[in-house]
Structures are given as structure tokens and as C-alpha cells.
């Protein structure tokens, strides 16, 4: 298998874990979306990352669906339980830690791609206060010592993107105070060897 992207996207990443996860072997593509579009629009069509190319040459874009493969391939070792109410918590989970870091990334290009004049504040503050209720229901959701209870899940690989992410590029919605937890628990994941193992290298990082 090939991974396509970089780590400094946090759904890349989140995908990178997993495979280390669960001990499946990959190489990686590392061209940028921005510095290789052309190269990267004809692996996945929408020139969007993660991608991951099958031993087969099938082609699976967006990382919810490249998860749910490996999940499969995982077995009992996945990390999203089979059924009931468990799963929907994972799920929501996850579906909250990536509509939180949409809504910052939506900030971070904004902010990127148009100089200030041309930024519209109205968006840039829908946005943020988005995130920032992200942010306070995952951590009134947060269970211990993980995302949603005794097992690593994908919320806690994406919580742990997130929060990385949000250090990086955008972190005046996020507080050392009131999201404590999800800090916290972000910095233990990033000890764990399956992130290590995507740890993110300084080539890796979307230009500023």
C-alpha cells in the first residue's frame, strides 16, 4: 500500500497511525498538494490527501472511508468497536474532532490564501466560535484515561491530530485551561509508538 500525503495534514496522520497501529506495511508519497498538485490530482481526483493506493492499484480517497477498509482488514483489533452504542460513541467522537479541525483549518486558509483586507470577518468568526464549541463539547464528552473510555479508538488518533494542529496553526481557540483534557490527552498519545511512528518531519509543514 501507498500512503499519499503529508503529516502535517492531521487526516493523513490520523490514517499513518492507524497503519502503524495495526502493523501494516506502507510506503508513503510525500509530494505536497500545494507544491504537486498536478501529481497528486491524478492519484486522487478531487487533488485532496489522504489517498492510499491498494497493492491491487485501486485507489481509496477520504480517510473515513480509508479507515473503515482497514478497520476491516484489522478484524477485532479495529480501532472502532463492531456495533452498538460504543461504536456510535466513537463515531461521534471522531465526527466532532474532524468538524472541529475543519472549521480551524477553514480559519487557517482563510487567513492563508487572502491578506487581510480581503478576509471576511464575518466567516472568520463563525468559524472560530465553531471551534471553540468544538472544543468544549469534546471535552465534556471526554471519557478516561481515553477519548471514550478503557481502548485507544480513532477519536483519540483524531483529537490527537487535532489538538497537534491547532498548537501548529491556530490555537487562540483552544485553552490550557477549559480544554485541559484533550491537551493532556493528546500529549500521551503522542508517546505511544504508533504515532511516533508518524511523526511529523520539518519538510512536512504547509508553508506560512
Known amino acids: 500500500m501507498i500512503l499519499v500525503g503529508q503529516y502535517d495534514s492531521p487526516v493523513t496522520r490520523r490514517v499513518a497511525v492507524a497503519l502503524h ?10 509530494r505536497s498538494i500545494f507544491g504537486d498538485a498536478e501529481a497528486v490530482g491524478r492519484i486522487s481526483p478531487l487533488t485532496r490527501i489522504p ?6 492499484g485501486e485507489v481509496l480517497i477520504d480517510s473515513a472511508a480509508i479507515l473503515d477498509h482497514l ?14 452504542p460504543d461504536r456510535r460513541a ?10 472541529t479541525l475543519e472549521k480551524t483549518a477553514a480559519v487557517v486558509y482563510e487567513r492563508h490564501f487572502h491578506p487581510p483586507a480581503q478576509q471576511s470577518q464575518d466567516w472568520l468568526t463563525r468559524c472560530l466560535g465553531q471551534t471553540r ?5 469534546l471535552t465534556r464528552r471526554l471519557s478516561t484515561p481515553y477519548a471514550c ?4 479508538s480513532h477519536a483519540d ?5 487535532l489538538i497537534w494542529y491547532m498548537l501548529d496553526r491556530m490555537d487562540e481557540t483552544l485553552s490550557p485551561d477549559t480544554h485541559a483534557p484533550l491537551i493532556a490527552l493528546a500529549k500521551y498519545c503522542e508517546t505511544l509508538p504508533a504515532f511516533t511512528a508518524a511523526a511529523i518531519s520539518d519538510f512536512e509543514k504547509m508553508p506560512r
Not at 478497520?71 to 452498538?84: F, V
Not at 473510555?149 to 485507544?152: A, K, N, P
Not at 488518533?157 to 491530530?161: G, N
Request: hydrophobic residues 45%; glycine residues 12%; negative net charge.
Open 21 to 30: 497501529h495495526y502493523g501494516m506495511t506502507f510506503t508513503r508519497d510525500t
Open 90 to 99: 466513537v463515531l461521534q467522537m471522531t465526527a466532532l474532532a474532524q468538524g
Open 71 to 84: 478497520d476491516a482488514l484489522a478484524g477485532d483489533r479495529a480501532l472502532c468497536p463492531a456495533s452498538g
Open 157 to 161: 488518533v483524531m483529537i490527537t491530530t
Open 133 to 137: 464549541a468544538g472544543l468544549d463539547e
Open 51 to 56: 489517498a492510499l493506493v491498494l497493492d491491487d
Open 149 to 152: 473510555g478503557t481502548s485507544l
